[in-house]
């Protein structure tokens, strides 16, 4: 089956850092690949997307590039701010035989970012 | 305007008992769906409705029923309600479901088990 794994955290970076969040996946189709934030109480927010191989999804200056050599979209960010501190969920999402397309999660990565 | 409301967000109850969690968007989005999320923070979904049809139905104990009243509502009833039971559940919906339609979600249900 589908399956997504992202890095531990938690990972703790000062204002300013760059930011990597590592994630592979495994796919029996051609999945979709997103970024989800999930702030703390809050429910889980669409951060960015990429549909094909290639693709490079960004927003709020995050990036993350489909790479389907090396079934990875990594998600990056080149100076985090303290109000980027969230769990961050890498997720592919794939057709199902029977109809239907679910989200497959990774375990989520808490970042905190200290000034 | 909250895209996804979930009521209530806090549920705190006795083992045994029986208790529904209610979803409405008012994106206009025709598919929703049930994500139950434990205490490592670990997402999994549930269920998944398109146009009130049933499209998704993971292994998910008899206990768990979900019920579309129309495409902009879809509840969760759970009978007999356990321990492991405790999570947070988070409804989403997304406009159709092709593979590249993101889901939008709500702040969830907090479930505790007494």
């Known amino acids: 089956g589908d399956s997504v794994t992202q890095m531990e955290g938690p990972v703790t970076l000062s204002e300013e850092a760059f930011l990597t969040i590592n994630c592979t996946y495994t796919a029996t189709g051609y999945p979709s690949l997103f970024w989800y934030v999930q702030y703390p109480g809050e429910g889980l927010q669409l951060l960015l997307k990429?549909?094909?191989?290639?693709d490079k999804g960004s927003n709020k200056g995050f990036e993350a590039t489909y790479r389907k050599e090396t079934t990875s979209f990594h998600l990056e960010k080149g100076s985090v701010q303290v109000s980027d501190s969230a769990v961050y969920f890498c997720?592919?999402?794939?057709?199902?035989?029977?109809?239907?397309?679910?989200?497959?999660f990774g375990t989520g990565t808490q970042l905190k970012v200290e000034l | 305007d909250t895209a996804v409301s979930q009521t209530p967000k806090y549920l705190v109850t006795q083992m045994g008992n029986d208790k529904s969690i209610k979803c409405e968007q008012n994106?206009?989005?025709?598919?929703m769906y049930w994500y139950k999320q434990d205490s490592k923070k670990f997402l999994k979904i549930m269920f998944s409705?398109?146009?009130?049809?049933?499209?998704i139905n993971e292994t998910v104990p008899n206990r768990f029923s979900p019920k579309s009243p129309d495409k902009a509502h879809l509840n969760l009833h759970i009978n007999s309600l356990e321990l492991g039971d405790s999570a947070v559940y988070f409804c989403a919906s997304s406009q159709g479901y092709g593979r590249g339609q993101p889901q939008h979600f709500g702040d969830g249900t907090r479930l505790s088990i007494l």
């Open positions: 990429a549909t094909k191989a290639d």
């Open positions: 409705y398109n146009n009130k049809e049933l499209i």
């Open positions: 994106l206009g989005h025709d598919t």
């Open positions: 997720a592919l999402s794939d057709i199902l035989t029977g109809g239907g397309n679910k989200l497959t």
